[in-house]
């Protein structure tokens, strides 16, 4: 067992040849492993106040009123802020969280209010807040404040959603907000000269995707100038500051969002939260700086939950093997909120049924469900992990059944390089900004199948199929994988020439722990041909440039980096043009040597030297409406225990073409803990709610995720065989493909470990419990 | 009440109410914001503290507890010049992302290895396992924690053959 040790350099010493393609140690690390990043909880400011949160104890109800008298006059306490404060004036709405991604028109009258007003929704819901001295006293007056509320019958799952008996929003008719479609070509005819259909419904658990910094906000009134600036900031600043500053009544100007350390996000930080603006509504409101940090229960309730979905898919053979279509129709459980990122899920669920392969027939619809639980939004590999099982566990139960090698089937489908660009199906509705038409950039979707296979001796552990040993089951499987990034549609940087000659880089792109600051000052270290020790690349917070987008659906460092390769090219021709005054020749003559720039006569002149009297400032962008597509395999080999159902992962290897890796040690670091957290949804993790709509699973103990000794055994390989032609850099957004696969493959692999009981998983997780229910129940079938 | 402690070797006394923690101790009072809180009790062990010796949860200790004892957090882990052995392995191993957690593994794999410098990979995992992390999924923490054996009287390191003669490959298999 190893990481990959190759190419190991430390960040100061320049490599010869490009630093991109190496694997880099990280800059980030030499604060972080001494303590000294900065994470939300490590701001403090002078005079600050602490803030903690009344929230709904339960799920569904007609909120009367909230009475805080008593706990304002409790000492240490500085306020209570309810809805009608944030209303300002009676029988005014507070403000409603917008849409971000896939803003539809339809969604407004599902938009999360900042704070409960005249109705709860969800257990969790913000009803009040109280600023104090110290989080002990604002804890001790949430219990001071007298709630008068009417309970309402709760809406706890998706059937009673759909059954539209208890309409959970005002002027509307129906629970179901929005339903996505996806088609592409003739469905019927499709499925009219199948000779085999294959026709399962699956189940997939709501999930939390628990990032081990829980959300913090800290806020600074500044009286002075009439401002406010946002600690805490992560994923998207920008954004999350139009949408504030809009809710405040400010220009956007007035607000800033400052991103430190982000410990963690798997998608779900991409929100804007309602404490993104209940916090510095409370500071301006005290005139003093406020803290609020989450506790574990309150982000468990209130981060983003995803996944959780029920679905009928059906899929079209013909004799040969040949997939003729896919239909079918999902259920996606949403909770209280679409929030701004809700509807992804949803959508790619209609989307990627195909996956990877040359599905011409597809008819899909996918149904958003409102419900009294915690909102959803995007988790890793949103939609995706979800479609990529159905479709895997199709193709092997289908296979099976027309009497051929699953694998066989595979080879015959999937897209090819002579396929490319291909075609995905279209969905309807679509974002107003995007045009709708969705293909892949490039690459060969058999060559990463076929090097899985090889890599894993799949021919070699045929003979493990179902076979006993040492009292448990073994058994193997293989599932295929495409991962979209870089999602446009643009990204910016900034690069300047500070006055002592250093260069200094601003990109709108966020760092969440995956370590930008690293693979970017690589791409930015070769586009400047400096070294990384001599620039400092600073990034997120919004006082660094006028707009920026941050980072989701892997797109950061394609996004931000092919920014900085355009801001880079802008600033050497705007240093060469300063330059060739002192040189005394042309622009085009002068030749930059790291910090040097020389004339064709050989005088120079340094950086620093041009700083002394030039201001070198350059503004780059890069734009994209295309995605691009990284793809895979991934084969595992698990033995199961009848006797208690655990299952034990004896191999597990996943083969990802990533078209460029930047930095191969933390691509290959994204590879493994991506596939450990998509383990954890296969297995182990499961949020509960009861039929009341509380959550059960509300502390770590009971919300389980994997831990060192849970899954040792797994390998990743990277491959570059079809770089993007889509971007300067080449490389394709792959933060998510180790997650995407794992619950088709260990579907698949434990559907053949107990194939002499026919227990067939289409359900997650499959937790021991679950699945020796499963064996049993088969046995006595 | 006054608690007085040595905390990195330095003396401390600081003034703390009954019901503080020795994470809101350290954090607040003395401004040692490296100990990070993931939960509150006890399960996800980011701020794990070595307490004469002993890895300790600083979320379920309460600082009056801590009266005569010597601390070691993660800033006491290094000096100025360089990191640690063990910080530099996780840094060459990626054994951070998010770099929350790593605070946490870091003083508990400090504490185990003082104790047990040839501890196996197996009891590794064991003990990492009262941490959580959400980045890494673990297996380059286990190594890192393997190759700085050395740096503790253990065994030198082995990197295992990455094989497969595949670009950036690299393999979990059995030790």
């Known amino acids: 067992m190893n990481a990959p040790v190759p190419d190991l350099l430390p960040e100061s010493t320049p490599p010869d040849g490009p630093y991109v393609g190496r694997s880099m140690q990280r800059v980030e690390d030499l604060r972080l492993l001494r303590g000294r990043g900065t994470y939300a909880d490590d701001v403090a400011l002078p005079g600050m106040l602490h803030a903690a949160m009344l929230r709904s104890s339960v799920a569904h109800a007609r909120l009367r009123s909230v009475d805080a008298t008593a706990a304002r006059a409790m000492p240490g306490v500085h306020a209570v802020i309810t809805a009608t404060e944030i209303a300002g004036a009676p029988g005014a709405k507070v403000p409603t969280v917008p849409l971000r991604l896939q803003p539809l028109a339809c969604m407004e009258p599902y938009r999360q209010p900042v704070i409960a007003q005249d109705r709860i929704r969800h257990v969790g819901e913000v009803l009040a807040i109280v600023v104090a001295d110290s989080l002990a006293l604002a804890e001790d007056a949430l219990e001071a404040i007298e709630v008068d509320l009417e309970s309402l019958p709760p809406v706890a799952d998706w059937r009673s959603s759909a059954a539209d008996q208890t309409l959970l929003f005002d002027n509307t008719s129906t629970n179901r907000g929005v339903t996505f479609t996806a088609r592409r070509g003739d469905i019927d005819a499709a499925f009219g000269k199948a000779t085999h259909v294959q026709r399962e419904r699956f189940t997939i658990q709501r999930q939390a995707p628990v990032t081990m910094e829980t959300r913090g906000v800290v806020a600074d009134w500044d009286a002075v100038n009439s401002r406010i600036v946002v600690y805490g900031a992560a994923k998207v600043p920008y954004f999350n500051r139009r949408t504030s500053a809009d809710m405040l009544g400010m220009k956007h100007s007035e607000v800033d969002f400052i991103e430190g350390d982000t410990g963690g996000s798997f998608g779900a930080r991409g929100e ?7 916090v510095p509504f409370a500071a301006r409101h005290v005139r003093r700086p406020v803290k609020w940090i989450s506790d574990r229960r309150e982000d468990l309730m209130t981060m983003a939950q995803s996944r959780e979905c029920e679905a009928e898919a059906e899929m079209a053979f013909a004799a040969d093997g040949t997939i003729l279509g896919v239909r079918g129709t999902a259920w996606c459980d949403l909770g209280a909120y679409p929030r701004t990122n809700g509807l992804i899920q949803p959508r790619n669920i209609a989307h990627f049924l195909t996956n990877a392969y040359r599905i011409e027939a597809v008819e899909f619809a996918s149904h958003v469900q409102f419900t009294n639980k915690g909102p959803a939004g995007t988790y890793r590999a949103p939609g995706r992990s979800e479609t990529t099982m159905f479709c895997e566990r199709l193709i092997d139960l289908g296979a099976r059944a027309i009497g051929l090698d699953p694998v066989e089937v595979r080879r015959r489908n999937l897209v090819t390089a002579d396929d490319m660009p291909w075609h995905f199906a279209s969905v309807t509705p679509s974002e107003p900004a995007s045009t709708g038409v969705t293909e892949a950039d490039s690459g060969d979707y058999r060559s990463t199948f076929e090097r899985c296979l090889t890599e894993f001796d799949w021919a070699g552990k045929q003979a493990l199929q179902g076979k006993r040993i040492d009292g448990r089951h073994h058994g193997i499987g293989v599932a295929c994988f495409i991962e979209g990034g870089a999602a446009g549609p643009r990204e910016n940087a900034k690069i300047e020439m500070a006055s002592d000659g250093s260069v200094t880089l601003y990109v709108g792109s ?93 005088r120079s002149i340094s950086f620093a030297e041009l700083a002394r009297s030039e201001k070198i400032i350059v503004e780059g962008t890069f734009a994209n409406h295309h995605h ?17 159902g655990h299952v034990a992962i004896v191999d597990y290897l996943v083969v990802e073409d990533v078209g460029r890796a930047v930095n191969p040690l933390l691509l290959h670091g994204q590879v493994i803990g991506g596939t450990v957290q998509g383990l954890g949804g296969a297995f182990l993790e499961d949020m509960i709610y009861d039929a009341e709509g509380q959550m059960i699973t509300g502390t770590l103990a009971d919300y389980l995720l994997p831990t060192a000794t849970d899954f040792p055994q797994l390998r990743a390989i990277t491959l570059e065989e079809y770089p993007s032609p889509i971007n300067p850099i080449g490389a394709k957004g792959a933060g998510e493909g180790g997650t995407i696969v794992v619950a088709a493959v260990i579907a698949n692999a434990v559907a053949n470990a107990l194939a002499e009981y026919g227990v067939n998983p289409t359900s997650l997780p499959l937790s021991p419990s679950k699945l020796w229910q499963m064996i049993e129940t088969a046995r006595a079938a | 009440m006054k608690v007085s402690f040595k905390v990195n070797g330095k003396p401390v006394a600081t003034e703390v109410e009954p019901r503080t923690t020795l994470s809101l101790c350290l954090r607040d009072n003395l401004r040692l914001t490296g100990t990070h809180v993931g939960c509150e009790h006890g399960v996800c062990g980011a701020c794990t503290v070595i307490v004469d010796g002993d890895a300790v949860r600083s979320c379920l200790t309460l600082a009056v507890q801590m009266e005569g004892c010597d601390v070691v957090t993660v800033e006491g882990l290094s000096d100025e010049a360089a990191l640690s052995p063990l910080q530099a392995a996780f840094r060459r191993h990626n054994a951070l992302q998010c770099g929350f957690c790593t605070p946490g593994m ?14 196996s990979v197996e009891r590794i995992r064991e003990v990492l396992s009262g941490n959580l992390c959400r980045c890494t ?8 924690v393997l190759d700085a054996r050395a740096a503790y009287g253990g065994p030198a390191y082995q990197p295992a053959d990455a094989g497969h003669g595949a670009s950036h490959a690299s393999a979990g298999a059995a030790r």
């Open chain 1, 272 to 278: 804007f939260y309602v404490e993104d603006f209940l």
């Open chain 1, 510 to 602: 966020t760092s969440v722990g995956q370590g930008l600051e690293t693979s970017l000052g690589q791409i930015a270290a070769d586009a400047l041909g400096i070294p990384m020790s001599a620039l400092t690349l600073l990034h997120g917070s919004t006082t660094y440039l006028s707009e920026g987008f941050g980072s989701y659906h892997s797109r950061s460092t394609v996004m931000g980096g092919s920014a900085i390769i355009d801001a880079a090219g802008k600033f050497k021709q705007a240093v060469r043009e300063a330059a060739a005054v002192y040189l005394e020749c042309l622009a085009d003559q002068v030749v930059l040597e790291g910090t040097q720039a020389r004339s064709p006569r050989g």
């Open chain 1, 628 to 644: 691009t597509w990284a793809y895979g395999a991934a084969a595992a080999h698990v033995a199961v225990d009848a006797r208690t």
């Open chain 2, 106 to 119: 870091l003083t508990t794999a400090h504490a185990l290895l003082s104790e047990e410098p040839n501890a």
């Open chain 2, 137 to 144: 999924g673990y297996l380059p923490i286990v190594e890192a």
